[in-house]
């Protein structure tokens, strides 16, 4: 089980509305549906709220484990933990970049419309 379904599974679990926890974490509501359908990852600022919305730590909702107050129990799967970040970033440099293209694609277009007119 991924982030997206450990996070679909929490909020049923609270019986909250996903349109709810949107506004919650001011996240449009399709970019969330996108996560609990494990096509997205949250950013990092929205696991964070995501743990404190749901009363569940950041490692579980990143690992599915959960980790020691100080450190010291289940840390011999860092790789786990390791692989998810470095998921979140490349994805994260994948939407930035998709990001990039639309807006230069946009501005092709508004000079090329100026052009005509």
Same mark, same amino acid.
């Given at each position: 089980?991924?982030?997206?379904?450990?996070?679909?599974?929490?909020?049923?679990?609270?019986?909250?509305?996903?349109?709810?926890l949107?506004?919650?974490?001011?996240?449009?509501?399709?970019?969330?549906?996108?996560?609990?359908?494990?096509? /997205?990852? *949250? $950013?990092?600022? %929205?696991?964070?709220? =995501? &743990?404190?919305?749901?009363?569940?730590?950041?490692?579980?909702?990143? @690992?599915?484990?959960?980790f020691?107050?100080?450190?010291?129990?289940m840390? /011999?799967e *860092? $790789?786990?933990? %390791?692989?998810?970040? =470095? &998921?979140?970033?490349?994805?994260?440099?994948?939407?930035?970049?998709? @990001?990039?293209d639309l807006?230069?694609?946009?501005n092709?277009?508004?000079? /090329?419309?100026?052009?005509?007119?």
């Amino acid at each position: 089980m991924g982030i997206g379904l450990r996070i679909k599974e929490l909020r049923k679990e609270k019986k909250i509305t996903q349109k709810a926890l949107c506004e919650l974490i001011k996240v449009d509501n399709s970019q969330f549906s996108k996560i609990e359908q494990e096509k /997205s990852l *949250p $950013t990092i600022k %929205q696991i964070i709220e =995501l &743990s404190s919305i749901l009363e569940k730590s950041i490692d579980w909702i990143i @690992t599915g484990k959960e980790f020691d107050q100080q450190g010291l129990g289940m840390l /011999s799967e *860092p $790789t786990q933990l %390791q692989q998810e970040l =470095l &998921s979140t970033k490349r994805l994260l440099e994948k939407e930035e970049q998709h @990001t990039a293209d639309l807006r230069e694609l946009l501005n092709l277009q508004n000079n /090329s419309k100026q052009n005509a007119g």
